[in-house]
T-cell receptor, first 107, second 111 residues
Framework: DQQVKQNSPSLSVQEGRISILNCDYT??????FLWYKKYPAEGPTFLIS?????DKNEDGRFTVFLNKSAKHLSLHIVPSQPGDSAVYFC??????FGTGTSLTVIP | NAGVTQTPKFRVLKTGQSMTLLCAQD?????MYWYRQDPGMGLRLIHY???????AKGEVPDGYNVSRLKKQNFLLGLESAAPSQTSVYFC??????????FGPGTRLTVT
């Protein structure tokens, strides 16, 4: 049974607009969440993380929101750029990864 | 710094053959991990290590063995390869339980 779910396999947005990627998890005891970005034929690279003691964390154009009661987190990218086109994985600690969302930013 | 490196990058095995995948990191990280990525499945943890000489099972450990004889190296072994082990394998390392640094991956095909 999947502990972390990314229900949207793909997302397309126009350059300059906001990209919102979503992730749901099953266990309310999970307390540290991460987002990774992956380009084809490369390993994932760390993007941003959030601890359960926070509900928001920002790093430049990237913001992660955590809703503990809903067991849901989201990644906002503003403004989206063509170089952001990649697969995005959410993860819980180092143990569970979602299936990924492929983001395409259209110039 | 090379970061995390993986050897080999590609390999084709016949069913029943054995092989070892090597992961090396030069960041003095305590934690190291092996994952596999299959289409539509995301990354699944095979085995991990929280320090030199230690190993632990992840979500999908069957058919694999690991060793961490040196802090900087983490080896993944397949004793008798099966077609179900066709996958892309990623190694990663981290300081304690923080963000991971991943290698470029090894694409393994078992025929």
């Amino acid at each position: 049974d999947q502990q972390v779910k990314q229900n949207s396999p793909s997302l397309s947005v126009q350059e300059g607009r906001i990209s919102i990627l979503n992730c749901d998890y099953t266990n309310s005891m999970f307390d540290y969440f991460l987002w990774y970005k992956k380009y084809p034929a490369e390993g994932p690279t760390f993007l941003i993380s959030i601890s359960s003691i926070k509900d928001k964390n920002e790093d430049g154009r990237f913001t992660v929101f955590l809703n503990k009661s809903a067991k849901h987190l989201s990644l906002h990218i503003v403004p989206s750029q063509p170089g952001d086109s990649a697969v995005y994985f959410c993860a819980v600690h180092q143990f569970y990864f979602g299936t990924g969302t492929s983001l395409t930013v259209i110039p | 710094n090379a970061g995390v490196t993986q050897t080999p990058k590609f390999r084709v095995l016949k069913t029943g053959q054995s092989m070892t995948l090597l992961c090396a990191q030069d960041m003095n990280h305590e934690y190291m991990y092996w994952y596999r990525q299959d289409p539509g499945m995301g990354l699944r943890l095979i085995h991990y290590s929280v320090g030199e000489g230690t190993t632990a099972k992840g979500e999908v450990p069957d058919g694999y063995n690991v060793s961490r004889l040196k802090k900087q190296n983490f080896l993944l072994g397949l004793e008798s390869a099966a077609p179900s082990q066709t996958s892309v394998y990623f190694c990663a390392s981290s300081r304690r339980q923080f963000e991971q640094y991943f290698g470029p991956g090894t694409r393994l095909t078992v025929t």
